[in-house]
């Protein structure tokens, strides 16, 4: 006699069941741990030896409105109020000094020195 199929689902295969195993299974592929696992890129990042602030700019380029904000503040004491670039290779940087008194900064665009 033929064995025959039950319209019921034998009980190792009851859904339920299976809930431990594809969630194990989601896991390792989650984790990388699968079996095609990716080769490791020949090209390894390490950390920068000078932090961005202290690396030497790139030749002819200028420097961005912030960075004019940050050296005015510096070179002043004060608060940045506004940072305006007035042609091609200087910012004017309003800067709120202590005692109230207001002060324009012109800041070199390529070097970002205090003109």
Do not use: F, W
């Amino acid at each position: 006699m033929l064995p025959t199929m039950s319209s019921q689902p034998s009980a190792a295969c009851h859904p339920i069941h299976l809930v431990p195993a594809v969630t194990l299974l989601l896991m390792l592929v989650a984790l990388g741990c699968g079996t095609a696992q990716a080769q490791p890129s020949a090209r390894v990042l390490r950390p920068l030896a000078q932090p961005p602030s202290v690396l030497l700019p790139i030749q002819n380029a200028d420097i961005g409105s912030s960075e004019a904000a940050s050296a005015a503040a510096r070179a002043t004491g004060g608060r940045v109020l506004s940072v305006k670039r007035a042609g091609a290779d200087v910012y004017l940087v309003k800067v709120l000094l202590a005692g109230g008194k207001l002060r324009i900064v012109s800041i070199d665009a390529r070097s970002g020195q205090l003109r």
